[in-house]
């Protein structure tokens, strides 16, 4: 028989195949009612947990990483009810956040009352949130968020808006969705055209979307003129929601007031090349070729290279500039 933590686990699996604004009940009554997985409009991860009218909420636990609040829902019945809901505000958190909350329930199942719980295990990780979400990133982190500012750089050029498409740091599988189309965005510095693929929803269509990769290859040079504060000032003077892209910075790791430190990682643009991910690119998802992988496989790595023939680079610079349009317009 299964644990709570476990089928908690299998709820947070089956969430992150859903689009956002999603809830999945857990098969866990936590004295009060069923818990709740939920994915909001942001893409934020929420544990929500069912509570008595008259507890408090501990709201003072909240950090910028981890929010503690209270949550009113109407059931189909018309019936309010009330919710602990814990929810993690930076995607670079989400593995952290997910562990923490199986620790919750796995207390609540042991006796301990839901409100201590959560008290109890968000003190002990407190600290550990703390520094995951004030770390600096890591170079091949730099490099991603390069190639994804890179791109958002030509489509807040077209239309300021279209930084809403940005989907990435809230936790989409693309880096950039819109209406009727995805990006998913590859960078760097290496020499041959090979890409990492983190998960099986990476290169998934989603929808009736077309689904692209744009590969952006950079050089490492001390004299070069591309850095992720030269990339943010550029794309703040475009006019974009200033509040809205330090909360999509923040989400993905990078603060401003680290920008000293970022400044020291200079680039060179060498090259970007665009795919259409269709049936003949070779990928892994949840339907491939290979038959459907179970949900019980959780996480997926693999690396594709790309210097061979096949797949083809989109060579037609007016598609490639109708499909940046669509995602600032979209």
């Known amino acids: ?62 950090t910028r990483a981890l929010g503690v609040l209270e949550t009113l829902k109407v059931n189909e019945s018309g019936k309010g009810i009330r919710f602990l809901d814990m929810v993690c505000r930076q995607a670079n958190c989400n593995d952290a956040f997910v562990g923490i909350t199986e620790k919750i329930v796995d207390r609540i199942e042991g006796g301990s009352d839901p409100v201590f719980s959560v008290k109890e295990v968000v003190s002990e990780f407190k600290e550990m949130l703390k520094s995951i979400s004030s770390a600096n990133l890591s170079r091949a982190e730099i490099i991603g968020l390069l190639g994804e500012l890179y791109l958002l750089r030509k489509v807040v050029q077209i239309n300021p808006s279209g930084l809403k498409n940005w989907s990435g740091p809230v936790g989409k599988p693309q880096d950039f969705v819109a209406s009727g189309a995805a990006i998913e965005v590859k960078s760097s510095v290496a020499r041959g055209r090979s890409v990492k693929i983190s998960s099986l929803e990476q290169l998934q269509t989603p929808g009736s979307s077309d689904l692209h990769l744009a590969m952006f290859l950079f050089d490492e040079n001390p004299q070069g003129n591309l850095s992720l504060p030269i990339l943010i000032k550029e794309i703040e003077g475009t006019g974009v929601d200033l509040d809205l892209f330090e909360s999509r910075l923040a989400m993905v790791g990078y603060h401003k007031e680290k920008e000293e430190y970022y400044s020291e990682f200079l680039f060179c643009f060498r090259e970007e090349l665009f795919y259409l991910v269709d049936d003949e690119f070779p990928k892994l998802t949840r339907r491939s070729q290979l038959g459907d992988i179970p949900l019980q496989v959780t996480s997926v790595n693999y690396e594709i290279n790309l210097n061979g023939p096949t797949p083809q680079v989109l060579d037609d610079n007016a598609v490639v500039m109708d499909l940046i349009r669509r995602m600032a317009n979209g």
Not at 19 to 36: C, E, K, M, P, T
Not at 37 to 53: F, N, Q, R, W, Y
């Open 1 to 62: 028989m299964r644990t709570a933590a476990e089928k908690l686990r299998q709820s947070w699996i089956e969430l992150a195949s859903l689009d956002y604004d999603s809830s999945i009940q857990v098969n866990f009554d936590a004295g009060n009612g069923h818990l709740r997985v939920h994915k909001d409009g942001e893409g934020c991860l929420h544990l929500m947990i069912p509570m008595p009218s008259d507890l408090e909420i501990p709201v003072e636990l909240s």
